[in-house]
């Protein structure tokens, strides 16, 4: 209970953080059809009501965010954002600006949430390792497939810019769709999540660009790797490298030649950028210096960096 407790409290710092994300426009809780914000040009909407009609759907609804400029006639890629775990597709996407930079790059954005567990806290049923520890009867796989398949049908997507962002959870559950929705994902990015620490359990059917972001003083994910109720998880490295042999690339991690500015309470350039060398997919690892498992990031540098790393990686 006590592990329970502290990545509680983690996620309840998400909510509460500003994230220099004030004003930003999030999808709506209204089962309306899609409906204009007064405060800004992008719109929401609820998934539930309306067509098409998925079981899956209609017990767990999603929320959508579909910029004012989008065009039908013209596909768009798809940003689809996973909480981590107490948290909720609200607060992340405040947190993280993903939705108020869609009107900016005319992305369209799938917030879904997790499964409640018997304390009330949303969670993914991701790696073994995190974070379904109560033995729910959940397939989160089967659920975050059925909200790409309505995205797909209600928008003009393209099924070349698909993408998945995740928190912790989130991020743990990003890369366990990358394995099993491979020829659906083109690309993920993953801030303190992780891969199955049993890399025989990920079989992806093509390559995935991965970005996986952590902060090496994040205490709740450590960067090097640990323990959840007896089951492990890889280091931040470790979860590259895996990526870096599934798709193919080279074994070594670059040393870092690049650094950005992402953090703002830490000073300078605290994010180090390193990757292995791919001819398909990417395996790159962001280490922010001191960074923590709630970063305070300085927007709108933050999620203009994550977006630009998925829109650099479409499906060939």
């Known amino acids: 209970m006590k592990l329970l ?28 059809s899609t409906s204009s914000s007064s405060s800004s040009s992008t719109s929401s909407s609820s998934s539930s009501g309306g067509e098409p009609d998925d079981p899956l759907l209609t017990a767990r609804p999603y929320e959508r965010t579909v910029p004012a400029s989008y065009d039908a006639s013209k596909p768009a890629p798809l940003v689809m954002l996973l909480h981590g775990y107490t948290s909720n597709a609200k607060d992340q996407d405040a947190y993280f600006g993903i939705s108020a930079l869609a009107e900016t790059k005319g992305f369209l954005v799938a917030l879904p949430n997790g499964t409640k567990d018997a304390a009330g806290n949303p969670f993914w049923a991701a790696t073994d390792a995190c974070c379904n520890f109560v033995n729910a009867a959940v397939d989160d796989v089967a659920y975050l497939r059925a909200v790409l398949a309505d995205m797909k049908l209600r928008y003009a997507v393209d099924p070349k810019r698909v993408y998945v962002v995740g928190h912790s959870n989130g991020g743990f559950m990003s ?21 199955f620490a049993d890399a025989t359990k990920c079989t992806p059917s093509a390559p995935v660009a991965v970005l996986q972001v952590h902060g090496d003083q994040d205490e709740t994910v450590t960067y090097e790797g640990g323990v959840f109720f007896g089951k492990s998880y890889p280091s931040a490295k470790q979860t590259v490298a895996t990526w870096a042999a599934k798709n193919g690339c080279s074994p070594t991690l670059e040393p870092a030649r690049d650094a950005l500015d992402l953090e703002r309470t830490l000073a300078g350039a605290e994010t180090t950028v390193a990757r292995h060398a791919c001819t398909t997919g990417a395996a790159e690892l962001w280490t922010i210096a001191g960074g923590k498992h709630v970063p305070t990031f300085a927007q709108p540098a933050w999620a203009e960096a994550v977006y630009s790393f998925l829109d650099a990686h479409p499906k060939p």
């Not at 983690?10 to 209204?30: E, K, Q």
């Open 175 to 195: 890369h366990r769709l990358a394995c099993e929705l491979a020829g659906e994902i083109a690309a993920i990015v993953s801030l303190a999540g992780g891969q």
């Open 5 to 32: 407790s502290a990545l509680a409290l983690a996620f309840v710092a998400v909510g509460c953080s500003d994230g220099g994300t004030s004003g930003a426009p999030v999808a709506s809780s209204s089962s309306s």
